[in-house]
């Protein structure tokens, strides 16, 4: 066998060998991404619906609805109460008249325990928010949220 036979059949071999390697390398990061949906599916739906009912909320101009949606940790339920925020809502001249979802939320642990003891996780949503002011004039904003799973139940901070 010439050196350049063996140089080629030493190249098929890496290259069928590699791509072995890079398909079982596939393989298991697709398992594992799956997997992470699966165990994210349940909290992931549960959320969906509460931004769902936190903007059907805020555009219908439910205060009550958006109140209750408010995390119990929230600083709006810690440092204001409800009469203020009713009066807060009453006399904000602009509405969300629509809105889109930009990425799935992203759902992490909560690391930090101390401050938020009743907090399970914590999910960061980025959303497009049309806005109408006052005069009627529409604008779009990008706004990042944050809601979390406290007590069990997932909330808006």
């Known amino acids: 066998m010439s050196d350049m036979d063996y140089l080629e059949q030493r190249n098929k071999i890496y ?5 072995k390697i890079l398909g079982v390398t596939a393989v298991i990061l697709s398992f594992f991404l799956n997997w992470q949906s699966f165990l994210w599916a349940g909290e992931s739906e549960d959320l969906q619906a509460v931004i769902k009912d936190y903007f059907e909320a805020e555009m219908s101009r439910n205060s009550d609805r958006t109140w209750n949606l408010l995390a119990p940790s929230s600083i709006v339920k810690r440092f204001y109460s409800y009469e203020n925020y009713l009066e807060s809502a009453r006399l904000n001249p602009a ?9 799935a939320p992203e759902i992490m642990e909560n690391q930090d325990r101390k401050d938020l003891p009743d907090v399970d ?15 009627g004039k529409e604008s779009e904003q990008i706004v990042v949220l944050i809601f979390l799973l406290e007590n069990g139940h997932w909330y808006k901070a």
Do not use: M
């Not at 996780?121 to 005069?135: L, P």
């Open 95 to 103: 509405k969300i008249v629509g809105y889109e979802l930009k990425f």
């Open 121 to 135: 996780k914590i999910a960061s949503v980025i959303v497009k928010e049309r806005i109408q002011d006052e005069s």
């Open 15 to 19: 290259k069928a060998r590699t791509s």
